[in-house]
């Protein structure tokens, strides 16, 4: 059964900051996704990697297979990125395994 | 493409209740998915459907619900009857292939029910 661990699980930080949220999981896989569902609202596909990195204007993703490790980036952090944030690993039958999450604030 | 579309919106009822939740994939999609959010549990998977075929419904808390897919193009969650305890957000999901395995997950903007 793979597990995914989201650190840090909550955090408050000032606009313009860079914010890094890590993802480890247990078992291998192929390819992780990043979500982000902001209060109250829909879930967005951020990104679906499944090696090196990607990047989607201020956010970058990066990730380790070999390491069990990925990491979303948030360069000159504004308000509007508060939300959560999410890396379900998908289980042995390719079904996504979904934890709380990081919930992030950007302060003005 | 205009992503999934979930409908309605919200969805107020009493509890006793039937609730038809409705949603369309993004055309070409192989692999639809309901999901629930609550505050408690987070977001569970329901069921999930590939080639409009029910795969997995294990999700599915009790023979109060139901989900079918009768074409490529249109899925409906239904709960019979309803109770307050099944108040959520109800998301649809597809994907071309199988998620965990380098397909993007697009998700609808959910479905608000509250049961009274």
């Known amino acids: 059964k793979n597990e995914v661990e989201q650190s840090p699980q909550n955090l408050t930080a000032q606009e313009g900051e860079f914010i890094t949220i890590n993802c480890s999981y247990s078992v291998g896989i192929s390819a992780l996704h990043w979500l982000q569902q902001h209060p109250g609202g829909g879930i967005v596909s951020l990104f679906m990697l499944s090696s090196g990195k990607k990047k989607h204007g201020r956010l970058i993703a990066t990730i380790n297979i070999q390491e069990k490790h990925s990491s979303l980036h948030i360069t000159a952090s504004h308000p509007r990125d508060s939300a959560v944030y999410i890396c379900?690993?998908?289980?042995?039958?390719?079904?996504?395994?979904w934890g709380a999450g990081t919930k992030l604030i950007i302060k003005p | 493409d205009a992503g999934v579309i979930q409908s309605p919106r919200h969805e107020v009822t009493e509890m006793g209740q039937e609730v038809t939740l409705r949603c369309k994939p993004i055309?070409?999609?192989?692999?639809l998915f309901w999901y629930r959010q609550t505050m408690m549990r987070g977001l569970e998977l329901l069921i999930y459907?590939?080639?409009?075929?029910?795969?997995?419904d294990s999700g599915m808390p009790e023979d109060r619900f139901s989900a079918k897919m009768p074409n490529a193009s249109f899925s409906t969650l239904k709960i019979q009857p309803s109770e307050p305890r099944d108040s959520a957000v109800y998301f649809c999901a597809s994907s071309p292939g199988r998620p965990g395995y380098n397909s993007p997950l697009h998700f609808g903007n959910g479905t608000r029910l509250t049961v009274t």
């Open positions: 379900p690993p998908p289980d042995s039958n390719y079904q996504l395994i």
């Open positions: 055309s070409g999609h192989d692999y």
């Open positions: 459907f590939n080639n409009n075929v029910p795969i997995d």
